[in-house]
């Protein structure tokens, strides 16, 4: 627990409501998503702009207070867990948009803006924010930017990284960079920028940024398909980019018991396609262009891969109803995959050509080491990420099953470095993946990672025990 001395200049600094030591009003901010790990800091600060943060920040940093930034708390690998010596530093009070340029297609919010209202915003200037996730309705835009994080149109638009122009962020010492340009181009030294992109808080904290926006799309085609195989997948997509004019936003890769335990556990749901197959795909074409008839792409397309015995079975929206319900399929499996019990989980990426030797490699493997175990894989197969998740056997025991976490991970993870891959393809390292970052970096990049972070923050008080370890 921090000093009375440090909790009473907390309080002068961020008055009543910047200060939170209420434990049921703690409660929120100590509980992981998964549930991996529970938080017991005793203390949960909220300032209400970047002046405040940078005092708070100073002050920690003078007494030494280790300091755990926090937005949605939606992080799938324990980034936002801090212990009882620790601040938590919620971005949630900093929730302003600040600028918005139709012309420049440009949008300044604050860190703590949830990505939903952020998206919303472009919406209402009639522009396009695509950074999109199952978490959009609770996750903070600098929750966001500090993981990098992907989501479902990464194919199309980038990771978080890729939707950033400038960003405003308080250093470990209390100083502030003013980095809300929005430049598009700024080539004068280092691109500090791209420095605090997925650094998840252990370099700074973000605090407010400059995002990239895009033409809303005016012309939308979605189909729900039964594919042969992986590599049928894999194939469809890259005519349909040739054959639509590179119009493919959204390509997601679902196996058929990820599919399962949506229908099983999700009341209103139903099978977009009558085919049952071992693999399908979610595909949506967009553009900017009205009138660019993308049905009729699609339809053609996927024509095509029937007759090449690629796609086996397609069901095509016909309206946005049609369309939220085949992407409610995807978006309910994480959450439906916990009615099957303890699952064990890995968020990879290889090659696109590598996808279908991935699968096959790893289900043989994970099948002689723990014989029962059910894949549910599903994820953004477009850019090469899959969330390979591992529900444990029918009748297994739970707490028994997730002992063997590690040992999975390591049979999972060397296969994909084999492969050319990341154990990592979008949710970060946090806490959970500090031993698999220094098992797959090479020395050289760690030890460069390791004095960046010494020279930013020689007293160690930013998100400690993340990512590096000290």
Same mark, same amino acid.
């Given at each position: 627990m921090p000093t009375e001395a440090v909790l009473s200049r907390l309080h002068a600094i961020l008055g009543p409501k910047g200060v939170i030591v209420d434990p049921a009003l703690l409660e929120p901010h100590l509980v992981e998503w998964r549930g991996l790990y529970r938080g017991t800091a005793r203390i949960v600060v909220k300032p209400a702009n970047t002046a405040e943060v940078a005092a708070v920040v100073k002050l920690c940093c003078e007494t030494r207070t280790p300091i755990v930034p926090q937005g949605g708390n939606t992080g799938l690998v324990g980034g936002a867990v801090a212990d009882e010596n620790a601040v938590i530093l919620s971005l949630a009070r900093m929730n302003k948009v600040r600028a918005l340029d139709k012309s420049a297609y440009t949008l300044t919010? *604050?860190?703590?803006?949830?990505?939903? =209202?952020?998206?919303?915003? %472009?919406? @209402?200037? =009639?522009?396009?924010?695509?950074?999109?996730?199952?978490?959009?309705?609770?996750?903070?835009?600098?929750?966001?930017?500090?993981?990098?994080?992907?989501?479902?149109?990464?194919?199309?638009?980038?990771?978080?990284? =890729?939707?950033?122009?400038?960003?405003?962020?308080?250093?470990?010492?209390?100083?502030?960079?003013?980095?809300?340009?929005?430049?598009?181009?700024?080539?004068?030294?280092?691109?500090?920028?791209?420095?605090?992109?997925? &650094? *998840?808080?252990?370099?700074? #904290?973000?605090?407010?940024?400059?995002?990239?926006?895009?033409?809303?799309?005016?012309?939308?085609?979605?189909?729900? #398909?039964? #594919?042969?195989?992986?590599?049928?997948?894999?194939?469809?997509?890259?005519?349909?980019?040739? &054959?639509?004019?590179?119009?493919?936003?959204?390509?997601?890769?679902? &196996?058929?018991?990820?599919?399962?335990?949506?229908?099983?556990?999700?009341?209103?749901?139903?099978?977009?396609?009558?085919?049952?197959?071992?693999?399908? %795909?979610?595909?949506?074409?967009? &553009?900017?262009?009205?009138?660019?008839?993308?049905?009729?792409?699609?339809?053609?397309?996927?024509?095509?891969?029937? *007759?090449?015995?690629?796609?086996?079975?397609? %069901?095509?929206?016909?309206?946005?109803?049609?369309?939220?319900?085949?992407?409610?399929?995807?978006? *309910?499996?994480? @959450?439906?995959?916990?009615?099957?019990?303890?699952?064990?989980?890995?968020?990879?990426?290889?090659p696109l050509v590598a996808i279908p030797a991935f699968l096959a490699r790893a289900d043989a493997a994970i099948e002689k080491l723990i014989p029962g175990t059910r894949p549910c894989s599903f994820g953004h197969a477009g850019d090469g990420n899959l969330h390979y998740n591992l529900s444990q056997p029918v009748g297994a025991d739970r707490e028994g099953y997730l002992q063997q976490w590690e040992v999975a991970n390591r049979v999972v993870h060397d296969i994909v470095q084999d492969l050319g891959g990341s154990f990592s393809a979008e949710h970060g390292i946090g806490k959970l993946k500090v031993h698999e970052l220094e098992q797959y970096k090479s020395p050289a990049a760690l030890e460069a990672m390791r004095q960046i972070k010494r020279a930013l923050d020689p007293s160690a008080i930013m998100n400690p025990g993340k990512v590096i370890a000290s």
């Amino acid at each position: 627990m921090p000093t009375e001395a440090v909790l009473s200049r907390l309080h002068a600094i961020l008055g009543p409501k910047g200060v939170i030591v209420d434990p049921a009003l703690l409660e929120p901010h100590l509980v992981e998503w998964r549930g991996l790990y529970r938080g017991t800091a005793r203390i949960v600060v909220k300032p209400a702009n970047t002046a405040e943060v940078a005092a708070v920040v100073k002050l920690c940093c003078e007494t030494r207070t280790p300091i755990v930034p926090q937005g949605g708390n939606t992080g799938l690998v324990g980034g936002a867990v801090a212990d009882e010596n620790a601040v938590i530093l919620s971005l949630a009070r900093m929730n302003k948009v600040r600028a918005l340029d139709k012309s420049a297609y440009t949008l300044t919010v *604050e860190a703590g803006c949830v990505l939903a =209202d952020v998206q919303k915003a %472009a919406e @209402d200037a =009639d522009r396009l924010f695509p950074l999109s996730l199952a978490a959009e309705g609770s996750c903070q835009i600098g929750g966001n930017l500090a993981t990098n994080a992907g989501g479902t149109a990464v194919l199309r638009y980038g990771n978080s990284r =890729d939707l950033v122009l400038g960003l405003e962020v308080v250093l470990p010492n209390g100083e502030i960079i003013h980095g809300l340009h929005g430049l598009r181009k700024d080539n004068t030294g280092y691109d500090l920028r791209h420095l605090f992109v997925g &650094s *998840e808080g252990t370099l700074g #904290v973000i605090t407010a940024a400059v995002l990239k926006l895009f033409p809303r799309p005016r012309d939308i085609a979605t189909a729900f #398909v039964a #594919v042969e195989n992986p590599q049928a997948a894999i194939d469809t997509l890259a005519l349909l980019r040739e &054959s639509s004019g590179d119009t493919v936003t959204m390509f997601e890769l679902m &196996s058929r018991f990820s599919i399962e335990t949506v229908l099983k556990h999700v009341p209103g749901t139903a099978d977009p396609v009558e085919t049952l197959s071992a693999w399908y %795909a979610l595909i949506e074409l967009s &553009s900017p262009r009205a009138g660019g008839d993308l049905q009729s792409a699609l339809e053609e397309g996927l024509g095509t891969a029937m *007759e090449n015995g690629w796609v086996i079975d397609a %069901a095509i929206a016909q309206n946005d109803s049609q369309r939220a319900a085949f992407r409610r399929i995807r978006e *309910e499996i994480s @959450d439906a995959q916990k009615h099957e019990g303890g699952s064990i989980k890995h968020d990879i990426s290889v090659p696109l050509v590598a996808i279908p030797a991935f699968l096959a490699r790893a289900d043989a493997a994970i099948e002689k080491l723990i014989p029962g175990t059910r894949p549910c894989s599903f994820g953004h197969a477009g850019d090469g990420n899959l969330h390979y998740n591992l529900s444990q056997p029918v009748g297994a025991d739970r707490e028994g099953y997730l002992q063997q976490w590690e040992v999975a991970n390591r049979v999972v993870h060397d296969i994909v470095q084999d492969l050319g891959g990341s154990f990592s393809a979008e949710h970060g390292i946090g806490k959970l993946k500090v031993h698999e970052l220094e098992q797959y970096k090479s020395p050289a990049a760690l030890e460069a990672m390791r004095q960046i972070k010494r020279a930013l923050d020689p007293s160690a008080i930013m998100n400690p025990g993340k990512v590096i370890a000290s």
